[in-house]
């Protein structure tokens, strides 16, 4: 009987461990996908910085770039966390995977760089007493989460 219940336990914690394990493990083409997923949304933010005026924007408006910013650190920070969670030996896959990644890069940095540059017009909204600080956080998170992105990057393709 203890027998029975010893291999029932060590069988029920394998098939856990294979589907935990199934779930966890990512493939390039997730990573791929993820970066389609993140071409939008970077694309989105550059522009809702990019229509923000310089004067007389309002509370709604920095609202909407903000929720932009999330969206764009928050799928950057699901991209760095599937292609860490790629298995070794990649090869031909980092290939693909860095190519995405120095496409999109760019317009990561762009979209930043926007974000900065329109600080300003953000401060200068009349109820907007917080802003500076959000916006502090919105760099913080975003430049933070591109930097792991490149560092998830660059691990995934170092070959030793």
Same mark, same amino acid.
Do not use: W
């Given at each position: ?97 860095? !190519?995405?990644?120095?496409? +999109?890069?760019?317009?990561? $940095?762009?979209?930043? @760089? &926007?974000? =900065? *540059?329109?600080?300003? #017009? ?7 007493? !917080?802003?500076?600080?959000? +916006?502090?956080?919105?760099? $913080?998170?975003?430049? @933070? &989460?591109? =930097? *792991?992105?490149?560092? #998830? ?8």
């Amino acid at each position: 009987m203890v027998g029975i219940s010893i291999s029932t336990t060590v069988l029920s914690l394998s098939a856990c461990a294979i589907v935990f394990g199934a779930m966890v493990k990512r493939d390039p083409i997730v990573v791929l996908e993820d970066f389609k997923t993140l071409t939008p949304l970077v694309n989105g933010l550059i522009n809702a910085t990019n229509v923000f005026p310089a004067t007389g924007g309002t509370l709604v408006g920095f609202s909407y770039v903000h929720q932009n910013v999330t969206a764009v650190t928050g799928q950057i920070n699901q991209t760095a966390t599937d292609i860490k969670a790629i298995t070794k030996p990649v090869n031909d896959d980092c290939a693909a995977v860095n !190519a995405t990644y120095v496409v +999109i890069q760019p317009f990561i $940095s762009k979209a930043l @760089s &926007s974000y =900065i *540059a329109k600080k300003p #017009a953000f401060l200068s909204i009349p109820e907007g007493i !917080a802003i500076g600080a959000i +916006i502090d956080g919105d760099v $913080s998170s975003l430049n @933070s &989460s591109s =930097i *792991a992105l490149r560092e #998830a990057v660059t691990a995934l393709c170092i070959i030793l």
